[in-house]
């Protein structure tokens, strides 16, 4: 893999109000697989609701793969690469080397995402988006100007194949919980003392660095803070622009999203801000120990499968949480209805 600026972004988003035109025009989820697939889960042998959210997500796989038993026959991980300017004010704990050494790793096979992927059942593709050109340090100008942003953005639309039936995506970037930190700031108030945390373990000196350097961008871009595209523009890196775009594509596309950990919830967010429902065919696969990611998935209405102290990032909690998907279809599909079983449905209702 090159990590050099080498993608070809294919869309062509030619503005912010071009690409916003995007996000606002998203087909539905189809409500007749879902109303099946719910019928069959309430004639299987167990009480109704005793499988929790692994009923739920059979439903949701349902609606947005248009299919009333869904599958996983192409589960497809989409981890993307990129550097941030904002390292230089000593907000992490490694230097910016790293992206591109890790970025070496996962093509080595080396890399927890390597394992877990290859476990669910997922083509992994990680897609290094210009890291020799890190963004600019967002304390001085945006990270992003309009062009470089779009072409992140569509590059990461281009990146969802049209057949996968789930897409897990994932990210690699140093510096980049500042800027997911900083993009939950920007849409939701509160600044660097509310959404900044230690990202890969900064000390106490770090994270104060981290916090000043989030107060200071909010100052500095406050004039762009009413749009959450702009937002991501001035905010985010080349790795969170490409995540939104994938999460668009896959929307328009009918397929369903699993979101990793702080820094992909945190990327998708512009998108809930934009509109009520732009996110409906996304779960949270966990909730992660970053400080501030519970407080992003409630705020945007969220719900996280799972909850196992995790914080790599890299799509590794997508990765975990597609076996989950696969047990929940598993017992969707293998389980026989009480007619099948002769086993005895409720008792019927007495008489008054």
């Known amino acids: 893999m090159n990590p050099g600026p080498r993608y070809r972004a294919m869309t062509g988003f030619t503005s912010f109000a071009d690409l916003r035109a995007a996000c606002l025009d998203l087909p539905a989820g189809d409500d007749l697989a879902a109303a099946t697939a719910a019928r069959r889960d309430a004639f299987l042998t167990k009480p109704p609701g005793s499988l929790g959210l692994l009923e739920d997500v059979v439903v949701w796989l349902a609606r947005w793969q248009g299919r009333a038993m869904p599958r996983l026959d192409r589960v497809e991980v989409l981890v993307f690469a990129g550097n941030h300017g904002v390292v230089a004010q000593g907000v992490s704990a490694y230097p910016a080397a790293v992206t591109a050494q890790m970025v070496a790793n996962f093509a080595a096979g080396g890399a927890a995402i390597n394992q877990l992927a290859a476990e669910a059942g997922a083509n992994l593709h990680v897609i290094p988006l210009s890291l020799d050109a890190a963004t600019a340090d967002f304390t001085q100008r945006p990270a992003m100007d ?22 897990c995506l994932g990210e690699m970037g140093i ?50 803070l009413g749009d959450p595209l702009q ?22 596309q009918n397929i369903p999203v699993l979101i990793d950990g702080f820094v992909c919830t945190a990327a998708v ?54 076996l989950i998907l696969r047990a929940a279809l598993a017992c969707h599909a293998g389980m026989a209805t009480f007619a099948e079983a002769g086993v005895s449905n409720k008792l019927p209702t007495p008489s008054p």
């Open 146 to 167: 309009e062009a470089a942003f779009l072409a992140a953005v569509a590059a990461g639309y281009d990146a969802v194949p049209a057949a996968a039936d789930l897409v």
């Open 175 to 224: 510096g980049n919980t500042t800027a997911a930190a900083a993009i939950a700031a920007a849409l939701f108030g509160g600044g660097g003392e509310r959404w900044a945390g230690r990202g890969t373990g900064v000390d106490d000196q770090g994270l104060a660095r981290k916090r000043a350097a989030i107060d200071t961008a909010l100052t500095r871009h406050r004039p762009l």
């Open 231 to 252: 937002v991501a523009a001035a905010f985010g890196g080349r790795e969170l622009a490409a995540i939104l775009g994938a999460t668009l594509a896959a929307r328009r």
């Open 269 to 322: 967010a512009p998108l809930a801000k934009l509109g009520a429902g732009t996110l409906a065919h996304t779960w949270a696969s966990h909730v992660s120990t970053e400080a501030a990611h519970r407080a992003l998935l409630d705020a945007l209405g969220l719900t996280p499968l799972l909850d196992l102290r995790m914080r790599l990032g890299e799509a590794s909690g997508a990765a975990v949480a597609t």
